[in-house]
T-cell receptor, first 111, second 111 residues
Framework: DTEVTQTPKHLVMGMTNKKSLKCEQHMGHRAMYWYKQKAKKPPELMFVYSYEKLSINESVPSRFSPECPNSSLLNLHLHALQPEDSALYLC??????????FGNGTRLTVT | AQSVTQLGSHVSVSEGALVLLRCNYSSSVPPYLFWYVQYPNQGLQLLLKYTTGATLVKGINGFEAEFKKSETSFHLTKPSAHMSDAAEYFCAVSTASKLTFGTGTRLQVTL
């Protein structure tokens, strides 16, 4: 069981669709992260939120739009994605220098 | 910049044999180092971490790792492999809220 919950587990969307990925944690962590993981590759950092403010954006295309409504929630809004954006999207959270806690991810397929 | 290098993208051991997964780091400051495990279709789970203090770190599932500054290494070991250990293992280094992963090592355990 993971303490970081991601929904949905799987998502199939067309290139003209708009969808959102959701992440929730109730551990009181004040940093939250989005990672993208392609098959047989390590996770790559996309965004970091610290105290609900965007602190790191790893030059991610604007078709990915993160949002942190409160300290427990993190969303990733998707619009006009490309097939190469198909991947496992992982959310994580941490506090201070503690290790990252990961969710089980959303497997996204763009058709 | 800090980085980690994992030697061997694929390691195969017999059940009951020693597991040794190699990780070398590059860092200009004392690093925080981690090992994560990823089972199929799941997120990443923390196995163990090194921050400061004792250089031999014990983790979950019988794994341990030793921080060797002179060799810039943080190799992961387990005395006796079990079939359930088959997974992808990632070494990672942390700096300024960013966790950077190695390329991963797939561990196969055979009967």
């Amino acid at each position: 069981d993971t303490e970081v919950t991601q929904t949905p587990k799987h998502l199939v969307m067309g290139m003209t669709n708009k969808k959102s990925l959701k992440c929730e944690q109730h551990m009181g962590h004040r940093a939250m992260y989005w990672y993208k993981q392609k098959a047989k590759k390590p996770p790559e950092l996309m965004f970091v939120y610290s105290y609900e403010k965007l602190s790191i954006n790893e030059s991610v295309p604007s078709r990915f739009s993160p949002e942190c409504p409160n300290s427990s929630l993190l969303n990733l809004h998707l619009h006009a994605l490309q097939p190469e954006d198909s991947a496992l999207y992982l959310c994580a959270s941490s506090h201070g220098n503690s290790p990252l806690h990961f969710g089980n991810g959303t497997r996204l397929t763009v058709t | 910049a800090q980085s980690v290098t994992q030697l061997g993208s694929h390691v195969s051991v017999s059940e009951g044999a020693l597991v040794l997964l190699r990780c070398n780091y590059s860092s200009s400051v004392p690093p925080y180092l981690f090992w994560y495990v990823q089972y199929p279709n799941q997120g990443l789970q923390l196995l163990l971490k090194y921050t400061t203090g004792a250089t031999l770190v014990k983790g979950i599932n019988g794994f341990e790792a030793e921080f060797k500054k002179s060799e810039t290494s943080f190799h992961l070991t387990k005395p006796s492999a079990h079939m359930s250990d088959a997974a992808e293992y990632f070494c990672a280094v942390s700096t300024a809220s960013k966790l950077t992963f190695g390329t991963g090592t797939r561990l196969q355990v055979t009967l």
